[in-house]
């Protein structure tokens, strides 16, 4: 049979069985943090056997792409050695979500391979796990495997996706590959899976009926649940009768393709590595790139990127000094392309991305070769045999040798490499660059990312000084801190171009939005940010379509806002000139905002800037923008800017060539921003706020251009409408406010002289009224009109009235209800009675709290109608606490 008969055959053989043909899930773990890689079959319904998601079958099967490169699975050192490891490989499953368990399982399992395919039956084995009598027994029920051809094992049979998660006790397939794969099992009697590499494992049939969390725990799940899976490749080896993978129709044709492409032939033995490690890692990279992991120096696309120069390195051993490795996508698309359709469409993106990867590794390949070869030979005539970390950091940082293969090369003349030494250079280099990066104003969110492309791309053309819109190339995606391979409708991510005349935040101005297009691919530019100098990111959402890097686009900004920032940045600079006119040459720029229609300017002066001088500032600012003076730009050295009275920004670094923009004879500064081509476009400028932000720093904010014009419009529009209410002219308004004003006051004074006289009045009757309470009196009343500093006043009055005594009052104003608590200080000392303590259970009645000092306290509450419950309380709540 070949493979895709084989592959076809066990989907069948399930569908007839009731279950759902699934399609592959991708290599990257959907909403899966703990996983970096898709690496097993079971990793699309892992919250089904969490119990937090259902399926709307409970049967299933597929083959399943997997990659076991990282973390609890990973067999990236067995490549190309080992007949049976790869990097990449299919997963045949079946699975029951709380349906069939153990029999079942077993029954399928022996029905297809030993009835179906006809695997010799005396060549199967059988493992479980050392307490699970139960499937030992099935296997003997439901199958003609013999008990002493089971074998029982601890952790080999106990299956974990990874440190924490679905899992359970496992039961193994093997079938015995002949006693010439191993002779000297012949005279073993303990000889059988698990102990002699001569028996295979071809299918683990997991019953997953717990979840271990992340303490080691395990805790019984609510179902019971069935995982299988078939390593792929293995089974067609087994079936073809071949005793390596290699020699199977799934990798037979990439071989040769790669003899043929390196003129190189393929052995079976150590000859063959390169190869086969080649073969492996092809298939490996196209997928991965296909599903969206780009090469990177973090994370996913770390992972990537060291397997796809280790396979460089190994194409330098058949002799290959240029790229070709992305040649072999066709090949491995012509095979998997109908089993995985989703990466035909990235067929030519895959290869761009791989050809990218080997031209970038081979340009400094020869030269860290080179000094690898020096280093170990240095250490060799000094009798030593360890590679320094800082030196192995050195092959990395500058020429791109992961870790893993410099230990590789080392390990191969016998040689070993600190690791340690080389964990601390990096973590020290990335301790700097974080610092470089905040020192810069930045923060260190993604930054290695970008770091990375930089390095790889070179630096953002920017066009947008002349130009609103201009062709381009998508150079790469990002989304979060990694690489994306694309972009589909509805989904946020940053794109980076070669050349773009989106301004990118930086120097105090906002970033441009706009649109990015490709056919009927549309993106909607949100922002454009610097994340690191001389790189530009465009925050975009996708609203048509799919974006992928290498992709040809149209860009363009929006034009009309983007002149309203180039107003109020050429104002910035005019009110910087005119502050240092104003107040004094020590005025310089501390920050800065410049936005469409606002700007906002930080600035070290030492007091407060009057309003004379606001008034002075924004008159001469409009001085200069009736002038009209062109505003004119050009590029110069440094020091000869500076020498021509260029002003320099606050946290701005600066190159050799800089940017000189002049208005006029008295504006002259270096900046990388948007400038109106004369002052007149800027129109008005309106001061709206001057406040202090630090010590010796001042900020002003202004409206600029049209905003500011609608502001004044609004002013003028509501002082119109003031004056219309009061029955004057707009000259006149301030003084009949006053007046009005005036007369409101008078009147408050006098409504609080007659509600003052009214309260006094009732003080008499209120002390009248007090009730005696072993030897001292009480008085408890709800009084009206009353606010909250009269019902302290008057607590304060009537406790010198009675002398020794305790005084509760309240009162309401709408919903919200004051009360007021007094003890005299003879019974706080004598009687330990406490005005807070009384306050709190009275207010506790209204639904209200309270709280204060023994002599004094206060509450609130907000239900009125409580009120005289909590009054009629009071003499047997200070009863009870005397």
Not at 60 to 72: C, F, H, M, P
Not at 147 to 170: A, Q, S, V, Y
Not at 429 to 451: F, I, L, M, N, P
Request: with cysteine.
């Amino acid at each position: 049979m070949t493979s895709d008969e084989i592959r076809s055959n066990f989907l069948e053989y399930f569908r007839k069985h009731g279950h759902m043909i699934v399609p592959s899930a991708p290599l990257i773990p959907a909403d899966d943090p703990t996983l970096l890689f898709t690496n097993a079959g079971m990793n699309q319904f892992k919250d089904v056997f969490l119990g937090t998601g259902r399926r709307e079958y409970t049967r299933a099967a597929d083959t399943q792409k997997v990659l076991r490169v990282s973390g609890k699975h990973n067999d990236l050192e067995e490549v190309g050695y080992s007949p049976g490891h790869h990097t990449f490989f299919e997963m045949l499953g079946n699975w029951s979500f709380g349906d069939y368990y153990k029999r079942e399982a077993i029954a399928y399992a022996w029905e297809l391979v030993a009835e179906i395919w006809k695997v010799p039956k005396e060549l199967l084995w059988a493992t479980v796990h050392d307490t699970d009598d139960e499937a030992e027994k099935l296997w003997l029920a439901e199958t003609d495997i013999p008990l002493e051809r089971i074998r029982r094992f601890d952790k080999d049979n106990f299956w974990e996706m990874g440190d924490t998660g679905p899992c359970g006790p496992c039961s193994e397939l093997f079938v015995d590959l002949g006693p010439e794969m191993d002779p000297a099992s012949v005279d073993d009697p303990n000889t059988g899976p698990n102990i002699s590499d001569r028996f295979r494992e071809i299918w683990n049939l997991v019953f997953i009926q717990y979840n271990r969390d992340a303490a080691g725990e395990l805790h019984p799940l609510p179902e019971k649940h069935v995982d299988t899976g078939m390593g792929f490749e293995r089974i067609v080896a087994i079936m073809q009768g071949v005793d390596s993978n290699y020699k199977t129709d799934v990798f037979v044709p990439i071989l040769e393709e790669i003899s043929n492409i390196t003129d190189r032939d393929y052995f079976d033995d150590e000859r063959g590595v390169p190869h086969r490690v080649i073969a492996d890692h092809i298939r490996c990279l196209t997928f991965a790139i296909g599903d969206g992991v780009m090469p990177s120096n973090e994370g996913r696309g770390y992972v990537i990127r060291r397997i796809l120069r280790r396979a460089v390195l190994y194409g330098k051993r058949l002799g290959m000094e240029e790229p070709f490795i992305y040649n072999l996508v066709d090949k491995v698309i012509d095979q998997l392309g109908p089993v995985f359709p989703d990466v035909l469409p990235r067929h030519d993106f895959i290869k761009r991305i791989i050809q990218g990867e080997e031209g970038r590794f081979h340009q400094t390949l020869d030269r860290g070769l080179e000094i690898l070869r020096g280093s170990l030979d240095d250490i060799e005539s000094q009798n030593q045999s360890v590679l320094s970390g800082n030196r192995a950091f050195e092959l990395y940082d500058t020429f791109g040798f992961p870790l893993d293969l410099t230990q590789m090369l080392a390990r191969e003349r016998n040689f070993t490499v600190d690791e340690d030494g080389f964990t601390s250079s990096m973590s020290r280099q990335r301790e700097r660059s974080r610092a470089d990066w905040k020192a810069a104003g930045g923060g260190d969110t993604g930054e290695a990312v970008y770091t990375d492309i930089l390095k790889e791309y070179d630096t953002t053309a920017f066009l947008g000084y002349d130009r609103s819109h201009a062709e381009a190339e998508i150079i790469a995606l990002v989304r979060g801190d990694e690489l994306a391979s694309g972009a589909h409708e509805g989904e946020e991510v940053s794109v980076i171009l070669n050349q773009t005349p989106f301004y990118g935040d930086s120097g105090g101005q906002v970033g441009d939005i706009g649109v990015i297009a490709s056919g009927n691919t549309q993106l909607k530019v949100i922002d454009t940010v610097k994340p690191i100098p001389d790189l530009f990111v465009h925050r975009c959402k996708v609203i048509e379509g799919e974006i992928t890097p290498q992709t040809s686009v149209e860009v363009k900004i929006d034009e009309e806002r983007r002149q309203h920032i180039a107003v109020s940045h050429t104002a910035t600079h005019i009110l910087h000139h005119a502050l240092r006119t104003v107040l004094g040459t020590h005025v310089g720029q501390a920050g800065s905002l410049v936005e469409s229609g606002r700007l906002r300017f930080d600035f070290t002066h030492y007091e407060a800037v009057s309003q004379e001088h606001l008034h002075e500032i924004e008159s001469a600012i409009n001085d200069k923008v009736r002038l009209n003076n062109a505003v004119e730009t050009e590029y110069l050295p440094l020091q000869e800017a500076k020498d021509r009275g260029a002003l320099a920004f606050f946290g701005e670094k600066y190159g050799e060539i800089v940017r000189f923009v002049q208005i006029g004879d008295y504006s002259m500064e270096l900046c990388g921003g948007t400038h109106v081509h004369a002052a007149g476009e800027i129109g008005l400028v309106k001061i709206t706020s001057e406040s202090s932000i630090a010590a010796g720093v001042r900020r002003i904010e202004a409206l600029t251009g049209a905003a500011a014009y609608q502001h004044i419009r609004f002013e003028d529009e509501t002082l119109t409408a003031i004056a219309n209410l009061l029955k004057a002219s707009k000259d006149s308004t301030p003084e009949r406010i006053q007046a009005l004003l005036q007369t409101n006051r008078d009147l408050e004074r006098q409504i609080d002289a007659l509600q003052s006289q009214m309260a006094q009045s009732q003080v008499a009757d209120l002390v009248n009224n007090a009730v005696t309470i072993d030897g001292f009196r009480v008085i408890a009343a709800a009084l009206e009109n009353t606010d909250r500093n009269g019902l302290r006043q008057l607590v304060d009055d009537l406790k010198n009235r009675i002398g020794t005594g305790v005084v509760v009052l309240a009162s309401a104003t709408g919903n919200d209800v004051a009360f007021a608590a007094g003890v005299t200080s003879d019974l706080v000392e004598t009687r330990g009675l406490q005005a807070g303590k009384i306050i709190q259970a009275v207010t506790r009645l209204a639904d209200g709290r309270g709280g204060g000092r023994p002599e004094i306290a206060q509450g609130g509450a907000k239900d009125p109608s409580k009120i005289k419950e909590a009054i009629d309380a009071v003499t047997k709540i200070v009863a009870d606490q005397a």
